[in-house]
């Protein structure tokens, strides 16, 4: 069973900087792409940012130039640094990875940016 946990959530100033991880558990499988999703408020949940296996990236256009998404394969730890953050930023971030043809998400975790 894999089990993926968030951190690095919580609140900060406009411009500020952020550093999300999700940590997959288990063993005996091998993660194809990892992301970044997030939800705002009565909104959908929408993709910020994919990385595959080989290291190749994807970035929403509102995101590029300010989040770096990274991952570490001996860890089965995927990250998303965050600078430059902008109130419209504000949502719950999920982390998903991708495992054979199965998705897996995090639990979510809250990011608060005020102007």
């Known amino acids: 069973q894999v089990q993926l946990v968030e951190s690095g959530g919580g609140w900060v100033q406009a411009g500020g900087s952020l550093r999300l991880s999700c940590a997959a558990s288990g063993s005996g499988f091998s993660i194809s792409h990892m992301g970044w999703y997030r939800q705002a408020p009565g909104k959908q949940r929408d993709l910020v940012a994919l990385i595959s296996s080989g290291g190749s990236t994807n970035y929403v256009d509102s995101v590029k130039g300010r989040f770096t998404i990274s991952r570490d394969n001996a860890k089965n730890t995927v990250y998303l640094q965050m600078n430059s953050l902008k109130p419209e930023d504000t949502a719950v971030y999920y982390c998903?990875?991708?495992?054979?043809?199965?998705?897996?998400w995090g639990q979510g975790t809250q990011v608060t940016v005020s102007s």
């Open positions: 998903n990875v991708i495992i054979g043809l199965r998705g897996y």
